[in-house]
């Protein structure tokens, strides 16, 4: 028997997750959503994944894409989380950000960033996993912007 949705939403909600935005580019211009599914998958070779929701505007965007871009947000960034899980014309206007080798953006005092390659799309019921071959990455001293039981939340040492 399934477990129950809202027991399971619940249960999941009690796992503390960094929030991160990821970014990408393609003919149309610049791409970006917020996204707590995230995590690393190989140290060698160095492999990361993201899962995007089959609804989201950014699926196939992402899931045509070559190069993306991890932007783990710090603890000031609640903004942007909020920014880029909107429904907006442009989430990019009127931001800081700079450009990766690739020319993707890179979200400006992320507390790290990596660029990857896209390596393999999966289907797993209503998402699809990326996983990305990094290729450049960047992190600086700072705290995250956590999430948990379905809300911001920040790290006391």
Known sequence: MPID?????????????????????????DHG???????????????????????????????????????????????LSRRFSAKL?????????????HDVVILDDVLAWMECRVVGCYVAGDHTIITGAVERAHARDARPLLYYRGGYAQLER
């Open 33 to 79: 959503m917020t996204v707590s599914a995230f995590s690393s998958l190989s140290l060698e070779p160095p492999l990361i994944l993201v899962c995007v929701a089959h609804d989201a505007m950014m699926a196939p965007v992402i899931s045509a894409a070559k190069d993306f871009v991890v932007n783990i947000l710090s603890d000031g960034q609640e903004a």
């Open 89 to 101: 014309d442009d989430r990019f206007a009127g931001i800081g950000f700079a450009r990766s080798e």
């Open 5 to 29: 949705p809202d027991l399971f939403r619940s249960v999941l909600g009690r796992f503390a997750t960094g929030v991160t935005v990821v970014t990408t580019r393609d003919e149309r211009g």
